[in-house]
């Protein structure tokens, strides 16, 4: 059994801290709202964002960070991206030489264009930090619903130390040493899954969600492959695997805000509905800044960042991609020569 404790009682970090206790861990959940904490202490239950799924009487609910950090044998930190990094900054100095930290939010800082968990490096740089990720909706994981995910880490034995902790009957977890790679797919998804939504509330039909996740997840494999990730995870969970449920699922945050705006309303009637944060809005603008920075094309990425900030018509950004010049499907591919 090992001492975990969780940053952030959101419907993630909460289906995650409910999971680890029922693998038998003690866990300690961390929340910076104390209106939160004294309800889940209450309730047992986060009613607002993850309904009927029970909080056990004895995991224990705190506004304590330095409670829930110090002497951990490892941390999940699951705060939206936007305060990641000002949390970890609040952590370190309670986190010992050599702590785990397992990030399991997506995102990209807009600034800096670093990814979660180099932002948690920065602030936190005696931290051993890991990443968890895949197609796992919070509600779907907290009603023990079979799924799996992937862990990065730098060494082996860390990515299997954690996948030791988090695997279950229900809870299928493999190890990458591309951390990298596995942070691009979940934070990029996250900007397709809007543009999927946003065709969702447009009216249109299968054939357009299939294009924008096939051709979605070619523009975050260029990206990814171009920044150092390997192309192999662009196939995985992590990439491919995360995209389909991200586009496609109810749960997904991103996509119901996409639909939102398809219906008409604006980036922040959409946002203020959803009533959570949305990553995509948030990852949007960087991605755009890495494809330049790059050099790689992302045209999807590209019309979401009009429609989101500069007040383009999501049925124009639709008729834009379709008529972009004409070119081949693959450029690896080859036309046989012609014989003699």
């Known amino acids: 059994m090992a001492n975990a404790g ?7 970090g909460t289906a995650l801290s409910v999971l680890l206790h029922k693998n038998g861990h003690q866990v300690t959940v961390w929340s ?37 950090v110090r002497g951990r044998d490892f941390l999940v930190m699951a705060v939206p991206s936007p305060f990641t990094r000002t ?62 995910c992937v862990i990065g880490a730098k060494t082996k034995e860390t990515a299997e130390y954690l996948q030791s902790m988090f695997i279950s009957n229900v809870f299928r977890v493999y190890t990458s040493p591309d ?31 299939a294009a924008l996740i096939t051709r979605g997840i070619a523009e975050i494999a260029r990206l990814g492959v171009k920044m150092g990730g390997k192309i192999e995870s662009f196939s995985g969970l992590t990439g491919i ?15 119901k805000a996409g639909y939102l705006i398809g219906q008409g309303k604006s980036m922040q009637e959409a946002m203020d509905e959803v009533k959570m944060v949305v990553e995509g809005v948030y990852s949007a603008k960087a991605a755009a800044k890495l494809a330049k920075k790059y050099g790689v094309s992302m045209p999807i990425v590209e019309e979401v960042n009009e429609v989101l900030f500069e007040g383009k018509s999501p049925a124009q950004a639709v008729e834009d991609l379709m008529m972009r010049e004409l070119r081949s499907e693959n450029k690896g591919l080859r036309w046989e020569e012609p014989s003699v």
């Open 6 to 12: 969780v940053i952030g009682a959101g419907s993630w």
């Open 32 to 68: 910076i709202d104390e209106n939160e904490v004294k309800m889940l202490n209450e309730k047992r239950e986060h009613e607002s964002k993850l309904p009927g799924v029970k909080i056990p009487q004895d995991m224990v609910i705190t506004g304590d960070l330095e409670e829930t």
């Open 87 to 148: 949390t970890a900054r609040k952590m370190k100095p309670y986190v010992a030489e050599g702590q785990i930290i397992v990030d399991v939010a997506k995102g990209i800082e807009e600034d800096t264009l670093l990814t979660l968990s180099r932002q948690i490096e920065e602030e936190i740089p005696q931290a051993d930090v890991a990443v968890l990720s895949g197609p796992s909706h919070a509600e779907e994981v907290g009603r023990g619903l079979p799924t799996t």
């Open 179 to 209: 951390v990298l790679g596995i942070e691009l797919g979940g934070s990029l998804k996250n900007v397709i899954a809007l543009a999927a939504g946003i065709a969702d509330g447009l009216g249109y039909g299968d054939n357009t969600k």
């Open 241 to 255: 695997g995360d995209l389909i449920v991200t586009c496609a699922s109810v749960h997904s945050r991103n996509r």
